[in-house]
Nanobody, 118 residues
């Protein structure tokens, strides 16, 4: 049974930075395309960043391009999201799940709340 545990969120002022982490268990992490998704109140969940299994490729939503960086450590079964130059519109609950052409699991972790104040 897959488990996803996100952490690293918090309250930060606009222009600040946060680094999110997601530990994956119950699956072979090194063959998974992984992504970070976010959901703001009243909005649908959206994919903001994704990375290929070996880290050879990464894609970003236009809204975060140049500010967010996804990375992964396959030895630690962990995917990261470095978020810089944060904006109030980045406020959301952030989740990790499969991506990069792989259908997300039905299971979602608890997510980690990111709140950016203006």
């Amino acid at each position: 049974q897959v488990q996803l545990v996100e952490s690293g969120g918090g309250l930060v002022q606009a222009g600040g930075s946060l680094r999110l982490s997601c530990v994956v268990s119950g699956s072979v992490f090194s063959i998974l395309g992984m992504g970070w998704y976010r959901q703001a109140p009243g909005n649908q969940r959206e994919l903001v960043a994704q990375m290929a299994p070996r880290g050879s490729a990464a894609n970003y939503a236009d809204s975060v391009k140049g500010r967010f960086t996804i990375s992964r450590d396959n030895a630690e079964n962990t995917v990261y999201l470095q978020m810089n130059s944060l904006k109030p519109e980045d406020t959301a609950v952030y989740y990790c799940n499969r991506a990069m052409g792989q259908i997300p699991w039905n299971y979602w972790g608890q997510g980690t709340q990111v709140t950016v104040s203006s």
